[in-house]
Nanobody
Framework: QVQLTESGGGLVQAGDSVKLSCAAS????????MGWFRRAPGKEREFVAS????????VYADSVKGRFTISRDNAKATVFLQMDSLKPEDTAVYYC???????????????????WGQGTQVTVSS
């Protein structure tokens, strides 16, 4: 079965850190950019971070730059999102995704991804 499975979410306090994981099964991620997105209550899903296939290039949304770090372990087919200095406005369901094409270095546009996980909830209390 082809799937991406996120884990690591939960309820935390403002200022805390959380590390999300995204494990791929039934599909390869080695040659593909990977991304994290999030959907806050009542809002559209938005871009968070993207990482190139060899980890040489990463891009972040302005709202998380300097606080979040995306990384990957291709040998374990896993992508991570380290989230530090969390704020209540980071509360959302977080999704990982695999790019549609191997030619993408990084990708901000959701349409450039064709495999998605089910999401993991992160709730940050003030």
């Amino acid at each position: 079965q082809v799937q991406l499975t996120e884990s690591g979410g939960g309820l935390v306090q403002a200022g805390d850190s959380v590390k999300l994981s995204c494990a791929a099964s039934g599909l390869t991620i080695t040659n593909y950019a990977m991304g994290w997105f999030r959907r806050a209550p009542g809002k559209e899903r938005e871009f968070v971070a993207s990482l190139s296939r060899r980890s040489g290039m990463s891009v972040y949304a302005d709202s998380v730059k300097g606080r979040f770090t995306i990384s990957r372990d291709n040998a374990k087919a896993t992508v991570f999102l380290q989230m530090d200095s969390l704020k209540p406005e980071d509360t959302a369901v977080y999704y990982c995704a695999r790019a549609r094409l191997t030619t993408y270095t990084t990708a901000r546009d959701q349409n450039e991804y064709n495999y998605w996980g089910q999401g993991t909830q992160v709730t940050v209390s003030s």
